[in-house]
């Protein structure tokens, strides 16, 4: 229930592009690995941050879905795959992301908050 309560808040987040939302929902310890294209990218938590704030300024329509399952809870941490699709009109085109992730959620404040994902990143 946490690691789905978590994909909930992230979908409300980013939809209502509220990033200090989102800011509550991603450890200040994390960790995001991002791959596109053979090209990885290792971001912070204020990386991540700015990466998704700057998604949303230049663009309009920015539409985030996101499904979790494969979800794996060790003690106080929860591993699943998460698939994002992200999508967005650029100088008049649209633009569309999925991301394909394995992340680990941290549960031990009582909600799911994001440590670790490893992402493939495919543009269509």
């Known amino acids: 229930a946490l690691v789905q309560n978590y994909a909930a808040a992230m979908k409300s987040s980013a939809n209502n592009q509220s990033i200090n939302q989102v800011a509550r929902l991603v450890s200040d310890d994390a960790l995001i690995s991002l791959s596109r294209k053979g090209k990885s ?14 998604s949303w300024n230049d663009t309009s329509n920015y539409r985030y ?6 979800v794996v809870i060790t003690g106080d941490q929860a591993k699943a795959n998460v698939i994002t699709n992200e999508s967005w009109i650029k100088n008049g085109q649209p633009v569309s992301f999925v ?26």
């Open 41 to 54: 990218t290792s971001l912070d938590k204020d990386a991540y941050l700015r990466l998704l704030q700057n």
């Open 99 to 124: 991301t394909t992730s394995r992340v680990t959620l941290t549960v031990s404040t009582g909600n799911a908050v994001l440590l670790r994902a490893v992402s493939q990143v495919a543009i269509n």
């Open 65 to 70: 879905d996101i499904s979790v399952d494969n």
